[in-house]
């Protein structure tokens, strides 16, 4: 395969993408909109589903160097009251971790940048794409008349308002709003013997959740949710108003939010969209939130990216194996069986993932206590069924 494939978006899932590529000997280029690339946001949970892509691709040292493991899952109340505490079962090569988002996606951008299969292109703004139908290839386009090499195929993994996917899905909704805000925060040298090392903690009052974890030696991400109006922004006084708003949590939670410096307090209002029945045509398709955004309400945005890069990568070495080399693969064959292999699972993300969000925004203090009681008595089994769902995929057994 001479011609590389066109990697639109250098986040989490592009820079995987191009790892899982160029490790099945698929040159990529990269094409990514700022023209340093870097990564913001708070923390994220890695967990087996994904970790085992990235471990099996030899970066499990350098993951656990900026990270720490998660070895409990507790969801409780808003006064502390635990109803779901159990131990996470993870593998030595698909583990558990907590990891600053920043520092994930510079373990992934420093392994792309030193793959000789990779290349990355920045301060390049797609706003599109276009084909050359003759020859069957196409490049990314942007302003002011820029356009791109040209590629094999095109992979929008441009996020959730890509321009890769507005183009391939004229006229569609933008996206829905949840009802809800998030505020998310790091904290350094935290100690409280309230809160346990290693545990990764979600408590829910009335309208309003609040959550936190260890993502290295010294850090603990915290985060908050309450239902707001869409678009309000936060003053001066973000820390104070924080711990009006979460007076009813615990007192080691709200001790995290007053020793986080006000100016590292990020907000971002709560957005998906429902799920596509198909992603792509033809040579380009999605990948991550471009196809799939999610509320972050069970820790898989980033993960979903990652195991659809594994998938796409492994689609692409089928049809290799099957026709004898890459150069006689049929792109969009290879994207097809991708989305096809994907899309249910992905969609399943989104709904529970939704789900998950309305139930632990509920405000109606009938509704709340509706909602312990399930938690309480809801049976471990099932619990255990329904994380094994979504932490025990396998991109090799997910055909």
């Known amino acids: 395969m001479d011609e590389p494939v066109i990697v639109v978006g250098a986040g989490i899932g592009g820079l995987s993408a191009a790892l899982c590529l160029a490790h099945e000997s698929i040159p990529v280029v990269v094409v990514e909109r700022f023209a340093e690339v870097r990564e913001v946001g708070a923390g994220i949970l890695l967990g087996p589903n994904a970790s085992r892509v990235l471990y099996a691709r030899g970066?499990?040292?350098?993951?656990?160097?900026?990270?720490?493991?998660?070895?409990?899952?507790?969801?409780?109340?808003?006064?502390?009251?635990?109803?779901?505490?159990?131990?996470?079962?993870?593998?030595?090569?698909?583990?558990?971790?907590?990891?600053?988002?920043?520092?994930?996606?510079?373990?992934?951008?420093?392994?792309?940048?030193?793959?000789?299969?990779?290349?990355?292109?920045?301060?390049?703004?797609?706003?599109?794409?276009?084909?050359?139908?003759?020859?069957?290839?196409?490049?990314?386009?942007?302003?002011?008349?820029?356009?791109?090499?040209?590629?094999?195929?095109?992979?929008?993994?441009?996020?959730?308002?890509?321009?890769?996917?507005?183009?391939?899905?004229?006229?569609?909704?933008?996206?829905?709003?949840?009802?809800?805000?998030?505020?998310?925060g790091v904290t350094s040298r935290f100690e409280h013997e309230g809160f346990a090392r290693g545990m990764l903690l979600e408590l829910q009052g009335r309208g309003r959740r609040a959550g936190m974890g260890y993502i290295d030696e010294e850090r603990v991400y915290w985060w908050a949710t309450a239902n707001?109006?869409?678009?309000?922004?936060?003053?001066?006084?973000?820390?104070?108003?924080?711990?009006?708003?979460?007076?009813?949590?615990?007192?080691?939670?709200?001790?995290?939010?007053?020793?986080?410096?006000?100016?590292?307090?990020?907000?971002?209002?709560?957005?998906?969209?429902?799920?596509?029945?198909?992603?792509?045509?033809?040579?380009?398709?999605?990948?991550?939130?471009?196809a799939h955004p999610m509320a972050p309400n069970l820790g898989q945005g980033?993960?979903?990216?990652?195991?659809?890069?594994?998938?796409?990568?492994?689609?692409?070495?089928?049809?290799?194996?099957?026709?004898?080399?890459?150069?006689?693969?049929?792109?969009?064959?290879?994207?097809?069986?991708?989305?096809?292999?994907?899309?249910?699972?992905t969609a399943m993300l989104q709904r529970l993932s939704r789900q998950f969000g309305t139930v632990g925004q509920l405000e109606h203090p009938v509704a709340v206590w509706m909602r312990e009681l399930a938690m309480r008595w809801t049976p471990r089994a099932m619990l255990d069924r329904q994380q094994a769902e979504i932490w025990d995929y396998r991109v090799e057994g997910g055909a």
């Not at 292109?121 to 706003?127: H, K, N, Y």
């Not at 050359?132 to 791109?148: L, Q």
């Not at 001066?236 to 590292?264: H, W």
């Open 302 to 345: 980033a993960c979903s990216a990652i195991e659809d890069a594994a998938m796409l990568a492994r689609c692409f070495a089928e049809l290799r194996d099957e026709q004898g080399s890459l150069a006689s693969v049929n792109v969009a064959s290879a994207f097809r069986r991708y989305e096809a292999r994907r899309c249910k699972r």
């Open 59 to 184: 970066l499990g040292d350098a993951l656990e160097r900026v990270s720490a493991p998660m070895t409990h899952l507790g969801i409780g109340a808003d006064r502390g009251e635990l109803f779901v505490e159990k131990e996470a079962n993870a593998r030595a090569d698909a583990p558990f971790r907590m990891i600053h988002r920043a520092a994930l996606h510079g373990v992934l951008y420093e392994a792309a940048t030193q793959h000789a299969l990779i290349e990355v292109e920045t301060g390049r703004a797609v706003e599109g794409f276009e084909h050359d139908a003759e020859r069957g290839r196409v490049r990314a386009v942007g302003d002011e008349g820029w356009a791109g090499g040209w590629g094999r195929a095109l992979i929008g993994c441009d996020g959730l308002r890509s321009a890769v996917r507005a183009q391939l899905h004229p006229g569609e909704a933008q996206p829905a709003y949840h009802g809800y805000t998030c505020w998310r």
């Open 228 to 290: 707001t109006p869409q678009g309000e922004r936060d003053g001066e006084d973000v820390i104070e108003d924080l711990q009006r708003r979460f007076e009813a949590f615990p007192d080691y939670f709200r001790a995290m939010i007053a020793s986080t410096p006000a100016a590292q307090v990020l907000r971002n209002d709560i957005f998906d969209r429902p799920p596509l029945k198909m992603w792509g045509q033809e040579n380009v398709t999605l990948l991550g939130d471009a």
